[in-house]
Structures are given as structure tokens and as C-alpha cells.
């Protein structure tokens, strides 16, 4: 099972808008949706920010919105904000078999 | 409120079996739709999902490691136990556990609660 497809690397500059793709084939992203999108700081463990394409936990900002197309997830944070800035990776449920498949990340930056 | 902890050694000699323990409270891994998954991140790559324990201690692995891997619980010590036999230095990595939330058909949702993940290097 291959690794999901990410942009290594995004960029905006403060209140812009940025959003990254996810792709993966019709076993994964495109035949469920339990797609989950995670940030991750330098030394630090994920953190949740959207689940299930497009929901998003208590706690996280509405900037942070998720959804799909087909074999494609995308994550979109819109105002971008300096804390914004790290490492995000998407993840999806992929059969009974192989259960969480990742992205291969996308680091973002605040300009 | 949920969290997760992970120990092990942080230094193992390749071929040797490393045995990871994550360590839980705010849940129980007894609950109908609760699961602990494992998943590591080498330096500077992407994570990479491991192992995962349902509730009623079904058990799933990744395709590519399966042969090395096991996962158990113990539900009266809130601890889930990794093993990864045949170490070798490419497992050089942070290894975390996570609290999942389950499906109506055992899909996994969600990894929403992070242990701080323990750092396994392999090295002789």
C-alpha cells in the first residue's frame, strides 16, 4: 500500500489562504470517508485537525476546513496565521487489511 | 481527560525484538468503538502507521511489517504492548501510540489523542 500523495511544501503569507492536496486511488481516499488531517510542530506530537473529510474537533480554529473529490482530499486553512506554520500529513482508513494509510506531508509556511 | 504515554529502550542492537508499552488513561480499551493504534515517524519522514487493538482485542497490521509485529492489551492496566522483532536500523524512529475512534464497521476514523512518542534508535 502506497503512501498518499502530498505537495511538499505550501506557503501564504499572513490572512491568505492556503490548501493542500491529498491524493490517493478509489481502495482509499476515494472509497471512504475517514480521511484525517494532522499538524505537526518540530519535535512535537500530531495534532487532530479535521476528521472524517470534513469535521473538525473541538478546539480547532474554523480556519481549518477539509474536504473531497474523488481520489482527492484537500485541507484548506484559510487566514493564515504565523502558528500555522509545520508539518501537516493527511490520513486514510484503506480496508479491514491496511487500516490508516498516511500522506507523505506537506510543510507549511507563513511568509 | 484522554492520555497516552509510550516507553521502551532507546537504544536497541539490530536483530534484536523491540517492546514498546503505551501507557493510557481517560478511556477504556473495553468501550465498544476504542482503539489504540502504534505509528512511528523516522527523522526528518512521514508517519507511517504500525498496528492498531480494537476493544474486543481484534488486531490489525500494516501489510509491510506484519511477520515482525504484535500488539496486545492489558485492560486492567491501561497498557498496550508492541513488539517489532528483527530490528534493524532503517526502524530507527519515533514510535507513538494513539487513541482511536471506530467506525460502525470497524473502519478506523480517527487517531484524536497523541502520546508524546518515544525516540528507538538502532544501532550496534
Known amino acids: 500500500q502506497s503512501a498518499l500523495t502530498q505537495p511538499p511544501s505550501a506557503s501564504g503569507f499572513p490572512g491568505q489562504s492556503v490548501t493542500i492536496s491529498c491524493t490517493g486511488s478509489?481502495?482509499?481516499?476515494?472509497?471512504?470517508?475517514?480521511v484525517s488531517w494532522y499538524q505537526q510542530h518540530p519535535g512535537k506530537a500530531p495534532k487532530l485537525m479535521i476528521y472524517?473529510?470534513?469535521k473538525r474537533p473541538s478546539g480547532v480554529p474554523d480556519r481549518f476546513s477539509g474536504s473531497k473529490s474523488g481520489n482527492t482530499a484537500s485541507l484548506t486553512v484559510s487566514g493564515l496565521q504565523a502558528e500555522d506554520e509545520g508539518d501537516y500529513y493527511c490520513?486514510?482508513?484503506?480496508?479491514?487489511?491496511?487500516?490508516?494509510?498516511f500522506g507523505t506531508g506537506t510543510k507549511v509556511t507563513v511568509l | 481527560q484522554i492520555t497516552l504515554k509510550e516507553s521502551g529502550p532507546t537504544l536497541v542492537k539490530p536483530t534484536q525484538t523491540l517492546t514498546l508499552t503505551c501507557m493510557f488513561s481517560?478511556?477504556?480499551?473495553?468501550?465498544?468503538?476504542?482503539?489504540v493504534g502504534w505509528i512511528r515517524q523516522p527523522p526528518g519522514k512521514a508517519l507511517e502507521w504500525l498496528a492498531f487493538?480494537?476493544?474486543?482485542?481484534?488486531?490489525r497490521y500494516s501489510p509491510s511489517l506484519k511477520s515482525r509485529l504484535t500488539i496486545t492489551k492489558d485492560t486492567s492496566k491501561n497498557q498496550v504492548v508492541l513488539t517489532m522483532a528483527y530490528m534493524d536500523p532503517v526502524d530507527t524512529a519515533t514510535y507513538y501510540c494513539?487513541?482511536?475512534?471506530?467506525?460502525?464497521?470497524?473502519?478506523?476514523?480517527?487517531?484524536?489523542?497523541w502520546g508524546q512518542g518515544t525516540l528507538v534508535t538502532v544501532s550496534s
Open positions: 487493538i480494537y476493544w474486543d482485542d481484534d488486531k
Open positions: 478509489s481502495s482509499d481516499v476515494g472509497a471512504y470517508n475517514y
Open positions: 472524517e473529510v470534513s
Open positions: 494513539a487513541h482511536s475512534l471506530v467506525g460502525r464497521f470497524g473502519e478506523l476514523s480517527v487517531f484524536d489523542y
Open positions: 481517560g478511556f477504556s480499551l473495553s468501550s465498544s468503538g476504542v482503539g
Open positions: 490520513c486514510s482508513y484503506a480496508g479491514s487489511n491496511n487500516l490508516g494509510v
